[in-house]
């Protein structure tokens, strides 16, 4: 018999999609949420939130990283022995020490599943373990549910160091970005004159706010994340002044170096010919 699992916040995205994943696979699922309606007719729905985790095998908690320390410390006391906690915040640091403060008798899971709710499948799907107390365990726990993902370990501050890049930046860049194209009041017109490079940012800007504001807000609210937005606000204003001052040849030296730094780890005719089959794809 497959393992019962409780999801906090089920009524959200993540919850929905987690809720979703598992019932497909034949896991009685119950689910909790104090903000969001559950809608998923084969969901459980518990009253309470100490109700919810009583007797469940795994408790999954889809909750806002701000909050999800303080829900591990209330429910890990109420999780019966032998179970397994499982959180996927987006920063690691505080909800690993968090997992690492719980009772013994409860197994606590750090993961971070790199997709969103859009996701169609989760073969070739990339999630991040990262080791609380038995590394071991703890990976093999997610491999057995999450057959066919791609899983990578790494420890909670590294973990938040590369987040800060992989979403932090990325995040961040695109809000600004998007809010660029917000104040255009000609932005059919902008759309028509558009070319290959504006369309596929265009896209990816609007998709990112089309996540909650307390999601954008935690992810750019990364500590880690400082040092590489410096870095990028240096550079801007590095090249807003060459430019002012017409130093093409230190513009151009920059390009250079960036495009040789790039070169080393990835071939970018390939980079340019996937970004045509995206297009292509998208313009069918």
């Keep these: 018999m497959k ?16 809720a979703k994943y598992f019932t497909s696979n034949g896991h009685q699922v119950m689910g909790y949420d104090s903000e969001v309606p559950i809608t998923d007719k084969t969901v459980k729905k518990s009253e309470s939130l100490v109700g919810a985790v009583l007797s469940a095998d795994i408790v999954l908690l889809c909750t806002p990283t701000r909050r999800t320390p303080e829900i591990i410390r209330l429910i890990a006391k109420e999780m019966k022995r032998g179970s397994y906690l499982i959180e996927i915040s987006s920063q690691k640091a505080k909800t690993a020490a968090a997992l690492l403060k ?55 501050i590294e973990h938040d160091k590369k987040i800060a890049i992989i979403l932090g ?56 994340i400082r040092r590489a937005a410096e870095e990028l606000w240096k550079d801007i204003g590095r090249l807003l002044t060459d430019i002012q001052e017409n130093k093409s040849e230190d513009i151009t030296n920059y390009i250079r170096t960036v495009q040789q730094g790039l070169a080393k780890n990835v071939n970018l005719e390939d980079s340019y010919k996937k970004l045509n089959v995206m297009i292509n794809a998208i313009e069918k």
Excluded: Y
């Design 102 to 156: 719980i009772p013994a008798k409860i197994n606590p899971v750090c993961i971070h599943p790199m997709f969103g709710p859009g996701a169609k499948k989760i073969k070739g799907q990339n999630i991040i373990s990262i080791p609380i107390k038995d590394a071991k365990k703890e990976l093999n726990l997610v491999k057995t549910l999450f057959e066919g993902a791609n899983f990578v370990t790494i420890d909670a």
């Design 3 to 18: 393992e019962s699992i409780t999801i906090i916040g089920a009524g959200g995205k993540m919850g929905q999609w987690f």
């Design 169 to 224: 930046l990325t995040h961040l860049v695109n809000l600004a970005f998007a809010n660029i194209l917000a104040k255009d009041d000609k932005i059919s017109l902008t759309e028509r004159m558009s070319g290959t490079t504006f369309k596929i940012q265009k896209i990816l800007a609007e998709s990112i706010m089309t996540e909650s504001t307390e999601l954008i807000e935690t992810i750019i609210a990364n500590p880690e």
